[in-house]
């Protein structure tokens, strides 16, 4: 499979405290994309880093890029509840319009 | 807009029913997919249209029929389907394979 594998599969959190998820994948990316799911719903876009960036932010998130490792992660900072949700991570191969979806990380903020 | 409307929210159908799922936007996005996502799972790629061809078919079953007819509308046409295609349905849309995906909210089938 090419799919993606997400860790940790779930993780709770209190309110204010930092949430890190880790993603790994398998083929050469163009780039790698995290998306944020609310239950039975569409997935929106949190913040995309090619191939040739290392870390980028926005807002409280942070996004690393280790593509000798195959792996990146997602931080967010100071979570809210709000934040609670399930996040993907995705990657694109260049020149194809494939994305393919990581496993996920189920959020759980606790106010 | 930069919305990717699907309709039905909601869809209930038997096995020998004949449905079709529809998936529309307005923002000139050269690429339109179809997504099935199971509970507690990762959206799972079905098919790609780019320039209004299908470009992508993730080995599906024929009982999902795929459809653009214009560039700003996809449709999945359902026949004959299984109580295991139960699933939420998801299209999305992109202007260029380097850039994001806008998702649509889904269509929460049940086949009965």
């Known amino acids: 499979s090419q799919q993606g594998e997400e860790d940790p599969q779930a993780l709770s959190i209190q309110e204010g405290e930092n949430a890190t998820m880790n993603c790994s994948y398998k083929?050469?990316?163009?780039?790698l994309q995290w998306y944020r799911q609310n239950s039975g719903r569409g997935l929106v876009h949190l913040i995309l880093?090619?191939?040739?960036?290392r870390e980028k932010h926005s807002g409280r998130l942070r996004v690393t890029l280790d593509t000798s490792k195959k792996s990146s992660s997602l931080l967010i900072t100071a979570s809210r509840a709000a934040d609670t949700a399930s996040y993907f991570c995705?990657?694109?191969?260049?020149?194809?319009?494939?994305?393919?979806f990581g496993t996920g990380t189920r959020l759980k903020v606790l106010a | 807009d930069t919305e990717v409307t699907q309709t039905p929210k909601h869809l209930v159908m038997g096995m020998t029913n004949k449905k079709s799922l529809k998936c529309e936007q307005h923002m000139g996005h050269r690429a339109m997919y179809w997504y099935k996502q199971k509970a507690k799972k990762p959206p799972e790629l079905m098919f790609v249209?780019?320039?209004?061809?299908?470009?992508i078919n993730e080995s599906v079953p024929s009982r999902f029929s795929p459809e653009c007819p214009n560039s700003s509308l996809l449709n999945l046409h359902l026949h004959a389907l299984q109580p295991e295609d139960s699933a939420l349905y998801l299209c999305a849309s992109t202007e260029d394979p380097n850039e994001k995906l806008f998702f649509g909210s889904g269509t929460q089938l049940s086949v009965l």
């Open positions: 880093i090619r191939s040739n960036e």
């Open positions: 995705a990657t694109s191969t260049s020149g194809t319009y494939k994305y393919i």
């Open positions: 083929t050469s990316i163009n780039n």
């Open positions: 249209y780019s320039y209004e061809k299908l470009s």
